[in-house]
């Protein structure tokens, strides 16, 4: 309870900061149609000169093209805002303002990563629900409790997973704090539009399993399609797993070595 | 107007960055994956075949050549000017004896330089594992040196007309946003011009976007037979005189309307 008191308090400043650029709004919502537009656009396109990629029509691309917009938008409403302060650009560990984020009384990990939030990122996630709802009408399949139960999970899995690698990156900032790590899983991270069977061997086994920014749209379009078999679902939450108690004890790590800044 | 001092600047600001190479490498490599993600798209669309006449290791020449072609012609400074603007740090360029065009000019080298220690490399790495067939001609290769040329003159010169209106407008830089997509959409990274389907293709041919990346490569790669190259090029050099008049235009109005406040 405590916590969500407290995150209820971060939302509430973060929105409070946000709502007074109202200009702001405008250009914003320009990024997410042109963000959605290209979407949309490419899969026409493509599905323009061919049937399928890999086994995935135009509604499964559609699908996939979903999960990326929703965890696109999740990631900017707060995961990503958040780690970026410390760990992005001029962020605090860089410039050593972490001191002050250290100093507060309260679990290092949970505040820093629910510290800031872009309340305009819903706007995106309704984007996002449509693209995914509009998939769901080109399938065409009968829709069944499993299937929804399976689908949110994967998806939850993915959120998480999304969480952990950017996780794990910012903690590698503590070791080399000029290096804008999180920057390479937001590059990587585009090549989860399309279904990770697209890719030549090496890379999608490396963007399975090592950044498995792959996984974390393919797996949840998949629930949605109807062809995730229950042994890819277990291995996919354990996975998850794995991944999130592997991230928390790097970041951890991390923390020890921090030394602050000043000259 | 004083060359000297430019050609200094631009030596000084070459120096600097190669300081500060890791951050300008990551922004090379986050420029060449969307590319790379086209890439196996279209190869995996051809198959054994080919698409629209290209083969997968032609598809694979265009994408690679595209990839720094790109990078050549990106002009990063645009996104800066009008913050310069905003700040109101360009009253020190107008107290310079020279152009201020010679501080956008000196981080374009500059940011090339950089780029492509990256890409070059990078490039010729893929290829090694992809093996792209290019079948070039010294005809295309004298060719490609105008057609570059302009392309990047258009795209510098348009880029920096709309980044100039932020003399009127805070947030100009939204609609450098709007160039992006467009060069993204019909500027040959989507798809060759070729596989686009028949609409898209005609805007493509008649909006400056294409001539700011896609046309150099066709070029080069020998897509276009006599006729197609020399409209190409009307086009090109057409869309680049009115950039360049464009710039003029906004540029001695705006800075007639330029106040800088406080010190």
């Known amino acids: 309870m405590h916590h969500l008191k407290i995150i209820g308090a971060f939302l509430k400043i973060s929105s409070q900061a946000e709502l007074a650029y109202r200009v702001n709004f405008w250009i914003r919502l320009l990024h997410s149609l042109l963000n959605l537009v290209t979407g949309v656009l490419s899969l026409v396109v493509i599905f323009n000169q061919v049937e399928v990629i890999r086994g995935w029509d135009m509604p499964g691309a559609l699908a996939i093209l979903g999960v990326y917009l929703l965890l696109g938008a999740l990631r900017s409403l707060f995961i990503g805002p958040s780690l970026e302060s410390v760990a992005g650009m001029d962020g605090e560990i860089w410039t050593g303002t972490y001191d002050f984020t250290l100093l507060r009384p309260l679990d290092q990990q949970f505040l820093i990563s629910f510290r800031h939030w872009r309340i305009f990122a819903f706007v995106d996630f309704t984007m996002a629900l449509g693209v995914l709802i509009y998939a769901q009408i080109l399938l065409d399949t009968q829709l069944s409790l499993a299937m929804v139960l399976s689908f949110t999970l994967m998806l939850l899995a993915a959120v998480t997973l999304l969480y952990a690698v950017l996780l794990a990156f910012s903690a590698l900032v503590f070791w080399n704090p000029g290096f804008l790590f999180t920057w390479v899983i937001n590059d990587l991270f585009q090549l989860a539009r399309y279904p990770v069977g697209l890719y030549p061997g090496w890379l999608r086994l490396m963007l399975t399993w090592i950044i498995p920014v792959g996984l974390m749209t393919t797996i949840p379009a998949q629930a949605l399609v109807g062809t995730l078999t229950p042994w890819m679902l277990v291995l996919t939450l354990a996975f998850t797993i794995g991944t999130f108690l592997l991230a928390t004890w790097l970041f951890r790590q991390g923390l020890k070595k921090y030394a602050s800044a000043s000259s | ?263």
């Open chain 2, 1 to 263: 107007m004083n060359h000297r001092g430019g050609w200094e600047l631009i030596k000084n600001t070459w120096q600097s960055w190669i300081q500060h190479r890791g951050f300008f490498f990551l922004l090379a490599f986050g420029w060449m994956l969307p590319l790379l993600v086209y890439l196996f798209i279209w190869s995996d669309a051809a198959g054994e075949g080919t698409i629209a006449g290209l083969t997968q290791e032609k598809l694979a020449g265009y994408y690679l050549i595209l990839i720094l072609v790109n990078q050549l012609t990106y002009a990063t400074t645009n996104w800066t000017v009008g913050d310069h603007i905003r700040l109101g740090q360009i009253s020190r360029w107008l107290l310079q004896p020279m152009s201020p065009i010679y501080h956008a000019i000196s981080q374009e080298i500059a940011g090339k330089v950089v780029f492509m220690l990256f890409s070059v490399p990078i490039t010729g790495l893929l290829a090694l594992i992809i093996r792209p067939q290019i079948n070039l001609s010294w005809q295309q290769g004298l060719l490609f040196v105008p057609a570059i040329t302009l392309a990047w003159g258009l795209r510098f010169f348009w880029g920096y007309w709309l980044a100039l209106l932020a003399f009127w407008a805070t947030r100009a830089d939204s609609l450098l946003a709007l160039q992006d997509t467009m060069i993204f959409l019909l500027g040959g990274h989507l798809a060759p011009i070729s596989l686009l389907p028949r609409g898209m293709q005609i805007l493509a041919l008649v909006l400056p976007f294409r001539y700011m990346s896609a046309f150099p490569v066709e070029v080069l790669t020998g897509q276009l037979d006599r006729g197609e190259t020399l409209v190409g090029f009307i086009i090109q050099l057409g869309w680049t005189i009115t950039a360049v008049a464009l710039y003029r235009l906004v540029w001695t109005r705006g800075v007639r309307r330029y106040e800088a406040i406080g010190g």
